[in-house]
């Protein structure tokens, strides 16, 4: 990140084409348009491009005083998908006699041309400006000679003749690129898709991109390009199957299918009276927490895997798997506040089609939601090295008004439910008590089931963590073992 050694010489220096000044602090708009453009880097200068706010034209300082929300609004253009690809910014902020300096440091883009809005914007000497057909083939011909992830790689072997032309001209270009550009765009095919990554005019044939999201047979060259959703009866791989669905084709084509299926036929919703004339209904699962989770295993996934995303239902949970782990700066430790991106075009692609609303929120959303229908907390799983897995609990409060509890349970299990119906106990306290060494022998059944939940959902390793008594398991206790 720049000095403020090196922001006095900036602020000198009123010739560079880097460096763009501006006193606003509201104008989302324009800050926006200038990241797009110094990303871009029209000019190869190959060096990040400077947006200096609390700064007039002539390099004197304005008096500015930065705010926080200055500072989170700054942030947010970085993952508010109104820029894309995503582009790569730093943002820090001096302070001087005459007042304060905001920089926004934006690196050039390997994955260019960029666009605002729809609209590829580049710096034209010191001012900017929207790129015409020419400029914007420059950008792509720059990109192409970058371009390192596997969905911006061409496909070998497939042809333009293998694409559903009618699914990108009719309704992914509209919501791409802005009404004004695509009534002046006057290029061939190619080229459009190209300008959006979907086609590599050196080899003249589909990136795998392409292939994925448009292809009329995608399978063909990626073997484990679908989902495979089965619905089971019991609680492991070994019970009787009571569904089987293969979610196959274009990737334009199997979002709206799943989204129809989550939302139709997975999601279970059962009415319970409140009073006299009201009623609540509850759900087995989150249907935009679901969703959520379904859409970011089809965006980082690895498509060069033959291995399709597994979407697996059993009587008490769902288990969603996707070939390929954490991918670049996301690790274990850090998941979910840093992401990278295995699949950028495809990425990018969900967010123009509607199927994510905001890069970077996403798990921390699901959380909310998932405590909040009563599911409890997801448990993401990084250990199986190659792929990705994370299990969502069905409702406890679906449970308790839709599926009775029956014996046989384990004697550790009931015994813990009688221990419980006295009050909140931590998992020593429990431990202590029964004289139960190990947690799969009594709280692992029991939440599971649907019996017992954290007191501290959200913060499932705090020391303060107690269980609790579902709905299920009092109506259980006072049906099968209170009054016997």
């Known amino acids: 990140m720049i000095t403020k050694i090196q922001l ?47 700064v007039d034209d002539n390099g004197q300082l304005s008096g500015l ?50 666009r605002y809005k729809g609209q590829v914007w580049i710096r034209v000497g010191p001012g900017k400006a929207v790129a015409n057909e020419a400029e914007e083939r420059i950008l792509i011909e720059k990109r192409v000679s970058s371009a390192t992830t596997f969905d911006t790689r061409p496909c070998l ?10 699914i990108f001209t009719q309704y992914y270009l509209p919501k791409a690129i802005d009404a004004e550009s695509l009534k002046n765009d006057h290029r061939d095919i190619r080229e459009q898709l190209a300008s959006l990554r979907f086609f590599d005019v050196r080899y003249n044939c589909p990136t795998h991109a392409g292939v994925i999201l448009f292809g009329k047979s995608p399978e063909f ?14 609680l492991t791989l070994g019970s009787e ?11 334009f084509s199997i979002l709206l299918k799943l989204d129809t299926f989550i939302e139709t036929s997975l999601i279970k919703r059962h009415p319970v009276p409140v009073t006299v004339l009201r009623e609540e209904i509850v759900k087995n699962y989150s249907f935009w927490a679901i969703r959520e989770l379904m859409m970011n295993a089809i965006m980082h996934r690895d498509y060069e895997s033959n291995t399709p995303i597994r979407f697996y ?104 439910l009688k221990l419980l119906a006295q009050g909140e106990l931590s998992s020593s306290e429990m431990r202590a008590r029964l004289g139960i060494k190990h947690r799969a022998n009594y709280i692992h059944p029991a939440i599971s089931l649907g019996l017992i939940v954290q007191t501290i959902p959200e913060k499932p390793n705090s020391r303060l963590q107690k269980y609790k008594l579902t709905e299920r398991a009092r109506k259980y206790l006072s049906e099968n073992v209170i009054k016997n």
């Open 8 to 54: 006095r010489e900036l602020l000198l220096n009123l010739e560079s084409d880097r460096v763009e000044r501006t006193v606003s602090t509201n104008n989302t708009q324009k800050f926006a348009i200038a990241i797009c453009a110094f990303a871009n880097d029209f000019s190869n200068h190959q060096q990040p491009g400077y947006l200096l706010i609390g």
């Open 65 to 114: 005083n930065v705010t926080d929300d200055l500072l989170k609004n700054l942030g947010g253009l970085r993952s508010d998908g109104l820029i894309l690809p995503q582009p790569q910014i730093s943002i820090c902020h001096f302070n001087f006699a005459e007042g304060d300096v905001v920089v926004v440091e934006v690196l050039p883009s390997s994955f260019p041309p960029l």
């Open 157 to 166: 072997g497939a042809s333009l003749a293998d694409l559903n032309l009618d």
């Open 221 to 234: 060259f990626l073997f484990g390009a679908y989902v495979q959703y089965v619905s089971f009866k019991g």
């Open 241 to 251: 199957i009571n569904n089987e669905l293969k979610f196959s084709g274009d990737l």
């Open 313 to 416: 239902e059993y009587s008490n949970r769902i288990e969603l798997m996707n070939p390929g782990n954490l991918y670049g700066n996301a690790r274990p430790e850090n998941f979910p506040n840093v992401n990278d991106y295995r699949n950028p075009v495809i990425a990018e692609a969900l967010k123009i089609l509607g199927y994510v609303n905001r890069f970077s929120r996403g798990v921390a959303r699901v959380k909310e939601e998932l405590l909040e229908n009563g599911n409890g907390v997801a448990e993401f799983d990084f250990s199986k090295v190659t792929v990705f897995e994370v299990k969502v609990p069905i409702s406890s409060h679906y449970l308790a008004f839709t599926d009775p509890v029956t014996d046989p349970f384990t004697d550790p299990v009931i015994q813990l």
